[in-house]
């Protein structure tokens, strides 16, 4: 079992990277952390907390982090996940409360307590891990491994340069990517071509209680057709932890750019070094057939535990 802290900010493509990481048989979700990003903290914390239950994720802790980014003004994504972050998904009110304490402090003290043993997954703006290796630099030697979901080496989708987690907080992405250790980059350039077509949604649709909750968040999230439909980007991050062989992996030196006036949050991607050591392994391309096999085999799983 590979141990893995979710770092997220739930967001339909981040409910559907958590409901992959509690049906894949190879991992153990040890804590959830939230940052406001898609929506503010409040809506992102309360929907990791009603996932943790609608999930059967046990009783892990579920800590909100940042509510936005370290220096500049909130960026947000309601007009693509919708006023409560879920599109058309609807979920209970969840009954347990969020962890005391912060993100920041659940992140440092989980690392601390198993060092070597998890794998840190950020799947939204980058806010709380920036803020965890500035307060105990440590953490850096202490993961794992950081794979996270942004940036993009040829395109931007909240901009024509920036992926949106990048420019939620660039300040924070340049921290993380010059801290130390080898960032595992899902960007755009992967995650696009993760897409919900008509004959994945038709996959999805004996799941039981999970299909009513998956079918409404994905159809909401654009146009499903045979061809094409919305790219369900969180979810790579996990299943690339899952199963490395999914993504092809080509090593970079990223720079985060912080100042630009059109080119704010975009990463710069240098697949040629030269004197510079590499600081992340960068997602070329996806295997997109095995990645859909990955995601419904753990979907059926859950789906007989959930009834």
């Known amino acids: 079992m590979t141990k893995i802290l979710i770092d997220c900010d739930p967001g339909i493509d981040d409910a559907m990277a958590l409901a992959l990481a509690a049906g894949a048989p190879g991992l153990e979700v040890v804590a959830v952390t939230t940052v406001g ?79 070597g043993e998890v794998t840190l997954v950020a799947i939204g703006p980058l806010t709380n891990i920036a803020l965890a290796v500035r307060r105990e630099p440590r953490v850096v030697e202490w993961a794992r491994d950081l794979v996270i979901m942004g940036g993009s080496y040829t395109r931007g989708n909240h901009n024509p340069a920036a992926e949106f987690n990048m420019l939620a907080d660039p300040e924070a992405a340049a921290i993380v990517f010059r801290s130390g250790w080898t960032v595992k980059m ?52 996990v299943a690339y932890v899952l199963d490395p062989a999914l993504v092809t992996m080509t090593p970079a030196v990223v720079d985060v750019e912080t100042r630009g006036e059109h080119t704010r949050g975009m990463t710069v991607v240098d697949f040629r070094p030269m004197d510079r050591v590499p600081n992340a392994l960068v997602g070329t391309h996806l295997d997109v057939d095995r990645f859909w096999d990955t995601m419904l085999d753990a979907y059926g799983r859950l789906a007989e535990r959930l009834g």
Request: with cysteine; charged share 15%; glycine share 10%.
């Open 37 to 115: 990003g898609n929506a503010d903290l409040a809506v992102t914390t309360r929907n990791a907390l009603a996932l943790r239950e609608f999930l059967d994720l046990g009783d892990i802790p579920v800590a909100p982090g940042s509510p936005g980014a370290l220096l500049h003004p909130v960026v947000r994504a309601d007009h693509v996940h919708g006023p409560t972050g879920l599109g058309a998904a609807v979920l209970p009110e969840p009954v347990r409360a969020a962890a005391d304490g912060h993100a920041v402090d659940v992140i440092i003290d989980t690392l601390r307590a198993a060092p």
């Open 186 to 237: 899902l960007g755009l350039d992967v995650t696009l071509t993760a897409v919900v077509t008509s004959t994945v949604l038709d996959r999805m649709r004996p799941l039981g209680r999970l299909a009513e909750f998956l079918i409404p968040a994905a159809t909401s999230y654009g146009v499903i057709t045979a061809d094409g439909g919305p790219t369900i980007h969180d979810a790579c991050a």
